[in-house]
């Protein structure tokens, strides 16, 4: 059985920052323009060692295509969930998508995967969603945390470790939006994962159709 956890462990800056390693992609299976099956033609191709496709609540890149008989495909996925005041997008890496009480989690309409409207207003448990990922043998890491709106972040990533959380999302670019929302520095984001001993990933948030 593959040991995810331990592969993104070893992944270091440079794999992301070289653009060695993409873990945050999505795809026409939500709000991304890519196919499932060009993407990871694209990332063999240019001598990827990993990539993630990490749709909004939803497995269908891995579930209705053959993407995980390549060996560089991670499963994964982005949920939509909020954390007391604060929305928060949540990855979960590693997972077995084929899990029941993850699937559970997922969106039941093709609007809750894409549209921005539609997914603010979900009503995941966080709690039981980090409890979900690792039932399902994968780990919970919170994505792009520099855009998060809590008025501590050591403290709110303090109460999500206490909910499991496994990792940050460390090496992401902060483009379009992301940029302009940003409430702290990546710089920042990195000194907090150092400091709880939590996993440090990474990917561009692609939403295009070539990596």
Same mark, same amino acid.
């Given at each position: 059985?593959?040991?995810?956890?331990?592969?993104?462990n070893?992944?270091?800056?440079?794999?992301?920052?070289? +653009?060695?390693?993409?873990?945050?992609?999505?795809? @026409?299976?939500?709000?991304?323009? =890519? !196919?499932?099956?060009? #993407?990871? /033609?694209?990332?063999?191709?240019?001598?990827?060692?990993?990539?993630?496709?990490?749709?909004?609540?939803?497995?269908?890149?891995?579930?209705?295509?053959?993407?995980?008989?390549?060996?560089?495909?991670?499963?994964?996925?982005?949920?939509?969930?909020?954390c007391?005041?604060?929305?928060?997008?949540?990855?979960?890496?590693?997972?077995?998508?084929?899990? +029941?009480?993850?699937?559970?989690?997922?969106?039941? @309409?093709?609007?809750?995967?894409? =549209? !921005?409207?539609?997914? #603010?207003? /979900?009503?995941?448990?966080?709690?039981?969603?980090?409890?979900?990922?690792?039932?399902?043998?994968?780990i919970?890491?919170?994505?792009?945390?520099?855009?998060?709106?809590?008025?501590?972040?050591?403290?709110?990533?303090?109460?999500?470790?206490?909910?499991?959380?496994?990792?940050?999302?460390?090496?992401?670019?902060?483009?379009?939006?992301?940029?302009?929302?940003?409430?702290?520095?990546?710089?920042?984001?990195?000194?907090?994962?150092?400091?709880?001993?939590?996993?440090?990933?990474?990917?561009?948030?692609?939403?295009?159709?070539?990596?």
């Open positions: 059985m593959t040991n995810y956890k331990e592969i993104i070893s992944f270091t800056k440079e794999d992301f920052t070289q +653009k060695r390693v993409n873990l945050h992609i999505h795809t @026409t299976f939500s709000d991304g323009l =890519a !196919d499932a099956e060009d #993407i990871v /033609s694209q990332a063999v191709d240019k001598g990827y060692k990993a990539i993630a496709i990490c749709d909004h609540n939803t497995l269908d890149a891995y579930l209705k295509t053959n993407i995980l008989d390549n060996n560089i495909v991670i499963p994964a996925i982005e949920f939509d969930v909020w007391g005041y604060v929305f928060m997008h949540l990855l979960g890496y590693g997972v077995d998508v084929h899990n +029941k009480e993850l699937q559970s989690f997922c969106a039941k @309409t093709k609007k809750e995967t894409e =549209a !921005d409207m539609v997914r #603010i207003f /979900s009503t995941r448990n966080i709690r039981k969603l980090i409890d979900a990922i690792h039932n399902a043998g994968g919970a890491v919170l994505a792009h945390p520099a855009c998060c709106w809590a008025l501590s972040m050591d403290r709110f990533v303090r109460k999500l470790i206490s909910y499991g959380l496994d990792g940050l999302e460390v090496y992401y670019p902060y483009k379009r939006h992301r940029g302009i929302i940003k409430f702290r520095t990546a710089h920042h984001i990195e000194k907090l994962a150092d400091k709880y001993g939590l996993i440090k990933t990474g990917g561009t948030d692609l939403h295009k159709k070539n990596l």
